[in-house]
T-cell receptor
């Protein structure tokens, strides 16, 4: 079992729709969760982080965390073609090493 | 500098040669990470530095891979006797303090091609 798992996609949504990206993790003691966006040929950039169970909203983005289910998700409202990218889920493990483990990423395509 | 700087941006080498990849993190960032990304894949953790020490080097694929960091700043990732499967983009990232501010800033990466 991979430490952080994501569906590789592609996930295709029409412009204006809600895109839902999901991630599961294996380390039950994990405390910090991140979503990075990576455009083709570019480096990842942080778009959201969440530490507590529940929802965290930032503009069109909402991160959701359920530690009991070991599940974290990212919702993108009013999706735009410029949101088309690969979204990487990252989890900081329970050890005290600072190690951040990434999933393989989900490719999102927003069609005009 | 303003961001994480990596050099070279591209490296083509022959199988069996040694290569050195350099990362210059954002000034003041105490944590430094190396990741590897193969085409169409996610980020594979290689090693993490806090200051000059490496609390976690569990991701290094083999003893051909080594890394060091000096002066709490620049880091070098060395791959000895390169193999074709080493071909990938090697990404370096830094963060201010992994305990309190965990946002990673990534460099542009080094595209390594082993022929």
């Amino acid at each position: 079992q991979k430490e952080v798992e994501q569906n590789s996609g592609p996930l295709s949504v029409p412009e204006g729709a809600i895109a839902s990206l999901n991630c599961t993790y294996s380390d039950r003691g994990s405390q910090s969760f991140f979503w990075y966006r990576q455009y083709s040929g570019k480096s990842p950039e942080l778009i959201m982080f969440i530490y507590s169970n529940g929802d965290k909203e930032d503009g069109r983005f909402t991160a959701q965390l359920n530690k009991a289910s070991q599940y974290v998700s990212l919702l993108i409202r009013d999706s735009q073609p410029s949101d088309s990218a690969t979204y990487l889920c990252a989890v900081k493990g329970s050890g005290n090493t600072g190690k951040l483990i990434f999933g393989q990423g989900t490719t999102l395509q927003v069609k005009p | 500098g303003a961001g994480v700087s990596q050099s070279p941006s591209n490296k083509v080498t022959e199988k069996g040669k040694d290569v050195e990849l350099r990362c210059d993190p954002i000034s003041g960032h105490t944590a430094l990470y190396w990741y590897r990304q193969s085409l169409g894949q996610g980020l594979e953790f290689l090693i993490y530095f806090q200051g000059n020490s490496a609390p976690d080097k569990s991701g290094l694929p083999s003893d051909r891979f080594s890394a060091e960091r000096t002066g709490g700043s620049v880091s070098t990732l060395t791959i000895q006797r390169t193999q074709q499967e080493d071909s990938a983009v090697y990404l370096c990232a830094s963060s201010f303090d992994p305990g309190t501010n965990e946002k990673l800033f990534f460099g542009s990466g080094t595209q390594l091609s082993v022929l």
